[in-house]
């Protein structure tokens, strides 16, 4: 884990924390929903599946995708998808909420991450 984390490319780091701000809202505003998850994964599947041919199938020649950029593809619409169904109506703007404690509590854990990340690679 420590190698993973003092290799962290800047961009994979921006993933991490989107995926962090996404972990604080899913745990603040969960919904059981099944039919909210299950459009998530439909969604997931299908610009997925897109995403991964426009990156991988539609250009000359194929490019071949490593496993975790394959998953991001699958994961980003899945996470987009059940953010917005979880925020709807709750009065956010963009991704932020209208509880600055939430905000600060999503941007603190990132800021955390990321010195963490910034001190094992000092190492």
Do not use: H
Not at 1 to 18: A, H, K
Not at 37 to 61: D, E, P, R, V
Not at 67 to 78: A, E, G, K, S
């Amino acid at each position: 884990m420590i190698r993973y984390l003092s290799g962290l490319s800047t961009g994979r780091l921006i993933l991490w924390c989107y995926f962090i701000w996404y972990l604080v809202v899913l745990v603040r505003y969960f919904d059981s929903s099944l039919q909210l998850w299950l459009t998530s994964l439909g969604l997931s599947l299908i610009i997925g599946f897109a995403l991964y041919l426009s990156t991988s199938a539609a250009g000359k020649s194929a490019v071949r995708l490593d496993r975790w950029q394959v998953l991001r593809l699958f994961l980003m619409p899945f996470c987009v998808s059940s953010f917005a169904a979880l925020v709807k109506g709750r009065g956010f703007i963009l991704v932020f909420s209208p509880q600055m404690e939430e905000n600060l509590a999503a941007a603190g854990i990132c800021a955390f991450f990321c010195g963490l990340v910034m001190l094992l690679k000092r190492r």
